[in-house]
């Protein structure tokens, strides 16, 4: 059996924990439920799932907690199409779109969603490109790959 974890991210949920670690690990391919732990009425209590090798645990812990920006998923993407899917299925049945490739899912869990790209645009060691990419992605909601380019490139 593999050794545990030792520092995990602790989602609080009011009621929805299970739905939720069900919907995050059909969002990746290498995502799976680990574990579940029984709460009453034989809906889990907690549930252990794993995201690019990282483990998460969602808990049904009541409304006294609620999610906010305050803590979100920063999730790199290689290529806009994979922008794009992760983002459709982060907004679709309720989630909303933030700015700057922010967005929050349908449990109140936020999620920044950031080509790999960006980074490196923003790093620049020639200000005057980083700041227009900059500016550019502070007018998206969603980013836009092609978009950052031109913008950095000034075309």
Do not use: H
């Not at 290529?79 to 909303?96: H, M, P, R």
């Not at 999620?111 to 550019?136: C, F, S, T, Y």
């Amino acid at each position: 059996m593999p050794k545990a974890q030792k520092v995990a991210t602790f989602l609080w949920f009011e009621d929805r924990a299970e739905e939720a670690a069900t919907f995050y690990t059909s969002l990746f391919e290498d995502a799976a439920i680990v574990s579940k732990m029984p709460g009453p009425g034989g809906k889990p209590m907690g549930v252990t799932f794993r995201l690019g090798g990282q483990e998460f645990i969602a808990f049904n812990g009541g409304p006294m907690y609620q999610l906010n920006e305050a803590v979100s998923l920063f999730v790199t993407c290689a290529t806009q199409a994979e922008v794009d899917d992760l983002w459709e299925k982060l907004i679709a049945d309720g989630g909303s779109p933030s700015r700057c490739g922010w967005v929050k899912d349908r449990f109140g869990l936020w999620w920044q969603i950031v080509p790999e790209v960006l980074p490196k645009l923003l790093a620049d060691p020639d200000r005057e490109k980083a700041g227009r990419a900059m500016q550019a992605m502070m007018q998206m909601s969603k980013i836009d790959i092609a978009a950052l380019q031109r913008a950095y490139d000034n075309a």
